[in-house]
């Protein structure tokens, strides 16, 4: 697999993660009073008869969480590190991008000579096959 693309599979990966602990978080959350002068909602859930080891295992969750986010950002950042540096700069840069496109429109030129030439000759194999074709029909005698 090419650098770009190891490098967008992590981008992706760091995305999961992030909407993964996002929703993790918004689900698994206690619920929190607001105000004590607000009254509690009849529809609120029961309290949890044993809260520490919730709490504990919720507690933890993020912490996990934000751990897989820091290696997934450092495994990227070992990815962006590895690409190879530009060398000589933008001019130089610019000048082989010239280069390429002037070889680029060479190439071209003769794949249009090529195409012609395959044209032509597809037209006299056409006309000779029209010719053997015409050759055979007179040579038959009829019934």
Wanted: proline residues 8%.
């Amino acid at each position: 697999m090419d650098a770009i693309s190891q490098l967008q599979e992590q981008v992706n990966k760091i995305a999961t993660i992030a909407f993964t602990t996002i929703g993790t978080l918004q689900r698994d959350a206690p619920p929190v009073r607001i105000s004590p002068n607000y009254p509690e909602s009849e529809s609120a859930p029961p309290p949890n008869p044993n809260p520490t080891d919730d709490a504990t295992d919720f507690a933890m969750q993020p912490k996990l969480m934000s751990a897989d986010l820091v290696k997934a950002a450092k495994q990227f950042d070992a990815l962006v590190s590895a690409l190879p540096l530009s060398e000589g700069g933008e001019e130089a840069q610019l000048k082989r991008i010239a280069d390429l496109e002037a070889e680029n429109s060479l190439v071209g030129q003769e794949l249009e000579k090529q195409l012609e030439a395959a044209e032509r000759e597809l037209d006299e194999v056409r006309e000779l096959f029209g010719q053997a074709a015409d050759h055979c029909l007179n040579l038959k005698k009829p019934e």
